[in-house]
């Protein structure tokens, strides 16, 4: 059993920057892939980004790509994603989700997720 806790969500001005935690609990933590994903009201939930187990992978969507990373401290049991140049579209619902086995090889959806934590929103304001 894994649990995760988002945080570190709030509001900012475009351009700007935000972190995200997601902090794992339970000793398989560390086996564990973890995603980021993120919903805006009336949408799909869409995948943003992912790490391996080992944090030597990572996978990022096109929209994010080089403006987000991705990375993990398995010795806290903590994954962070870093948001850089934030633009109005990235308002959303942040979510982390674990997926085992933790290889990534390509983006993640869904269906391919164990376990979920409940989410913390970014908004960035024009």
């Known amino acids: 059993q894994v649990q995760l806790e988002e945080s570190g969500g709030g509001l900012v001005q475009a351009g700007g920057s935000l972190s995200l935690a997601c902090a794992g609990s339970?000793?398989?933590?560390?086996?564990?892939?973890v995603g980021w994903f993120r919903q805006v009201v009336g949408k799909e939930r869409e995948f943003v980004a992912a790490?391996?187990?080992?944090?030597?992978?990572?996978v990022y969507a096109d929209s994010v790509k080089g403006r987000f990373t991705i990375s993990r401290d398995n010795g806290k049991n903590t994954v962070w994603l870093r948001m850089n140049s934030l633009l109005p579209q990235d308002t959303a619902v942040y979510y982390c989700?674990?997926?085992?086995?933790?290889?990534?090889?390509?983006?993640?959806?869904?269906?391919?997720?164990?376990?979920w934590g409940y989410g913390t929103l970014v908004t960035v304001s024009s």
């Open positions: 790490v391996s187990w080992n944090g030597g992978s990572t």
């Open positions: 339970g000793p398989t933590f560390s086996s564990f892939a």
């Open positions: 989700a674990a997926n085992y086995p933790g290889r990534v090889t390509g983006p993640l959806f869904d269906y391919d997720m164990d376990y």
